[in-house]
């Protein structure tokens, strides 16, 4: 029985202590470096909403921004530095690869 609390209060300590919250940012009130990125690197693209991460002791920034049928969510750190893009949702064509050339064939040499 002993063990049986223990192992419960055990995993409800690691539930606690990965507990994350999220606050919408206003994209006004995003950091400058957030907004200089998207300007920049996804041009046409519009910041639909953001929001503040905390969780274990990190601050990170969720912003989706948007073109026409095409949506991202960018990661961006606490000095507003990007991290990574999260998602491409529907919509979004996905990355192409540049076509593959054949592999060149020797023709039979002529007697």
Do not use: C
């Amino acid at each position: 029985m002993k063990k049986a609390i223990f192992i419960m209060a055990l995993i409800l300590s690691g539930a606690i202590m990965n507990a994350q919250t999220k606050t919408v940012v206003k994209t006004d009130d995003l950091l400058a470096p957030i907004k200089e990125y998207v300007a920049k690197n996804y041009v046409g693209f519009t910041i639909k909403e953001a929001s503040k991460v905390e969780a274990n002791a990190m601050v990170t920034y969720e912003v989706v921004i948007e073109k026409g049928a095409m949506k991202h969510t960018l990661v961006f750190d606490k000095d507003g530095k990007f991290v990574k893009q999260v998602a491409v949702q529907a919509g979004a064509p996905a990355k192409k690869e540049a076509p593959k050339k054949p592999a060149a064939t020797k023709a039979p040499a002529k007697k």
